[in-house]
């Protein structure tokens, strides 16, 4: 005997007729909570993450780039960002303020290639007018190096200069004639290079005054 028609409902009608991912679905308040927390902690780490690789690079944001020449002109100010903060306060460094000063750093030749610390490099050109400056050679952390004439900076009053005010500095391990800064004698491998250049009572650090500034440029002398 054929069962009797049942009418179907308003409700099952649309439950059935719906695919099976709009069909409503028991509520789980833990799968959803659970859900929630690895989200939290996916997104805690990858910031954590970001936020150490920006440190460990050791160079600010908001670079100015001048050549082979970067600087930072806002990392001693009030507009420096979060990271520039973090990363001179993890190294103990204190930057110049705006208007005492301007360093700017070169990891690289004028043609792109990165400084050898077993290389020697002639520096030559000019630089924005300050009453001082001075030419200082590191490791890629910012430290000072072992050189044979136990320094590893030049000031713009030892300078020798052609009559047009361009200068021609070697930087080298070994004694050289005229403008001479030493370089480490033995460098551990991988150590890197850097030469920071150092402006003083310059009208550059005073304002966005970096267009047209002239820079000296880099160039490989020789290398084993």
Known sequence: MTAPWQPVSETDYHTTDLPRIL?????????????IVLVLICG????????????????????????PWEAYP???TADADPYSIAIYTRGAV???????????????????????PACSYRIRGQTP????WTLTATDEHG?????????????????????DGRFDIIAAADAQPGNWLPLAV?????????????LYDAPVTTGAAFDGATMPDIERVTCP
Not at 97 to 116: H, I, W
Not at 143 to 163: I, K, N, V
């Open 74 to 76: 806002t990392a001693g």
């Open 94 to 116: 204190i930057p110049l303020a705006s208007g005492e000063g301007l360093a700017l750093f070169a990891r690289t030749e004028t043609d792109g290639r990165r400084l050898d």
């Open 23 to 35: 069909q409503p679905q028991r509520p789980a308040p833990l799968r959803s909570l659970f859900a």
């Open 44 to 67: 805690s780490l990858l910031g954590v993450a970001s936020a150490y690789l920006v440190m460990e690079r050791e160079r600010p944001l908001a670079a100015v780039r001048m050549g």
């Open 186 to 198: 033995s460098p551990r491998e991988g150590s890197g290079l850097i030469f920071t250049l150092r």
């Open 143 to 163: 430290d000072l190096m072992e050189t044979m004439a136990g320094r590893t900076h030049l000031t713009s009053r030892q300078l020798l200069r052609a009559p």
């Open 129 to 132: 007018t300050a009453r001082l």
